[in-house]
C-alpha cells in the first residue's frame, strides 16, 4: 500500500512540472501526508477540459456513500480491481483519473529486532514525479460537496520487494495526456500503465522513526540515516 508520502514542491514548480497555466492553490510543502489530509491533485477539468491543481481530500469517497468514513478505509486502490470494483470503476471508466504530485513516499520494512523501519523510496536524483491516481465528487448530508481521491498500487519492483508488498503507481510524463484523458485510451491501455515503475530509476533509503506519526512534519523527517 501507499499510506505516507512527501510533495515539497512550491505551487508554482508543480505547475510547470505538469502543464498547468491556470490559478494554482497555495499549500507548503509537506515532508510527511497522510490519509483523511488535503494534497495537490492533477486532473482535467469536467467543465473546461483544462488541466488544474486543486486540494483535494486523501482518502476516496464514492459518490454512492452514505457517510465520509468511507474513505477512511479507500486510500489505495489496487490496480488490479480499479475497473472492476463498486468503488473505484465508476471514477476509472468517466475519466476521473488525476495525477498525484509527489517527490517520495514512504514503506515500512521490519528489521531483525522487530520493529518496523520508515524507508523513503524516491527518483534517482530526487526528481518529483505523479502517482496514477482516481479522484471523486462526494456531497454530505449539509450538501457541502467534497473532492477525494486515492492512490493506486499494483505489484513491487525489484528494489520495493524488500521492503513491501505493494508500491504505488508511478504514472511517466509521456503518459500523462492519456491518464488523464485527454488522448484517448483504451481501458487495456490505462491498466497497462499501472505495472512497477522501473527499479533501476529509484533508490530507496531508511529514514527517522519520527515519520510514523503523522503529526510529524519537516525537510528532516527526509534525511538519509546512513548519511547522518
Not at 505516507?4 to 505551487?11: D, G
Not at 509537506?30 to 489530509?37: D, G, I
Not at 489496487?78 to 495525477?99: N, S
Not at 518529483?128 to 486515492?150: K, Q, Y
Request: glycine content about 8%; overall charge positive.
Amino acid at each position: 500500500m501507499c499510506g505516507r508520502y512527501s510533495a515539497s514542491l512550491p505551487p508554482e514548480q508543480i505547475g510547470r512540472l505538469f502543464g498547468v497555466d491556470g490559478p494554482l492553490p497555495n499549500f507548503p510543502a509537506r515532508y510527511n501526508l497522510a490519509p483523511t489530509q488535503d494534497a495537490p491533485v492533477v486532473r482535467r477539468n469536467p467543465k473546461t477540459q483544462r488541466r488544474q491543481v486543486d486540494l483535494l481530500r486523501w482518502g476516496l469517497i464514492p459518490s454512492w456513500a452514505k457517510e465520509s468514513k468511507v474513505g477512511n478505509s479507500l486510500i489505495n486502490a489496487r490496480a488490479e480491481t480499479i475497473a472492476t470494483k463498486p468503488a473505484f470503476r465508476t471514477a476509472f471508466a468517466r475519466g476521473r483519473r488525476c495525477l498525484v504530485a509527489a517527490d517520495g513516499f514512504y514503506e515500512w520494512k521490519k528489521s531483525g529486532n522487530g520493529l518496523k523501519q520508515p524507508w523513503r523510496i524516491t527518483m534517482k536524483g530526487g526528481a518529483p514525479f505523479a502517482f496514477a491516481g482516481l479522484w471523486e465528487n462526494w456531497r454530505d448530508p449539509a450538501g457541502h460537496w467534497i473532492r477525494t481521491f486515492t492512490i493506486i498500487t499494483t505489484e513491487p519492483n525489484e528494489l520495493m520487494r524488500p521492503i513491501h508488498i505493494r508500491m504505488p503507481v508511478i504514472i511517466a510524463p509521456e503518459n500523462y495526456a492519456h491518464w488523464l484523458g485527454e488522448r484517448d485510451a483504451s481501458p487495456d491501455f490505462l491498466l497497462g500503465m499501472c505495472a512497477p515503475y522501473p527499479a533501476e530509476e529509484m533508490t530507496a533509503y531508511p529514514v527517522s522513526t519520527r515519520v510514523n506519526s503523522p503529526k510529524s512534519e519537516g525537510p528532516e523527517l527526509i534525511k538519509n540515516l546512513a548519511e547522518l
